[in-house]
């Protein structure tokens, strides 16, 4: 028995999953991050995502552990598709200080049919809700290989 390597077509059938880096984007200047399908129909798919990034903060607050948590919905059946997700970014830093920022996502993805390998660009602004309400621009640009 021959054993072939999944193409896309096979993958999105099932609970996909992909790993990605991010620069900037919603882990700050940089992160990893692990998403995975958790539902797909035919011209969308539901996604959530869950990251790591290290950030310099300042020298009062020390270096921040940054977690990008989101879900995101993959709108399109070809190779351009479109993104648009809501999230919690959660920090904690090496001086024990805590942050949260809503995090948006809203995105550009490419991914051709037989390939694992995927692209994002994407506007990701951070969002402050606990103290005072402000909404900073941002944006990212992602790399990832699907599983």
Do not use: C
Request: no cysteine; hydrophobic share 40%; glycine share 12%.
């Amino acid at each position: 028995m021959i054993l072939m390597p999944k193409t896309m077509a096979q993958v999105s059938g099932e609970k996909a999953k992909s790993i990605f880096l991010e620069l900037g984007g919603s882990g700050g200047l940089g992160s990893i991050n692990y998403e995975k399908t958790i539902s797909n129909q035919s011209k969308s798919l539901l996604n959530y995502r869950i990251g790591f990034s290290l950030a310099p903060i300042d020298k009062n607050n020390g270096t921040g552990l940054v977690f990008p948590l989101m879900i995101n919905k993959v709108l399109g059946n070809g190779t351009h598709k479109m993104e648009l997700g809501l999230g919690q970014g959660i920090t904690i830093t090496t001086k024990g200080q805590f942050f949260a920022l809503g995090l948006a996502n809203f995105g550009y993805r490419h991914q051709k049919a037989e390939s694992h390998w995927f692209y994002r660009a994407n506007y990701t602004p951070l969002i402050s809700y606990i103290i005072s309400r402000q909404w900073q621009h941002w944006a990212g640009f992602s790399i990832g290989y699907q599983i």
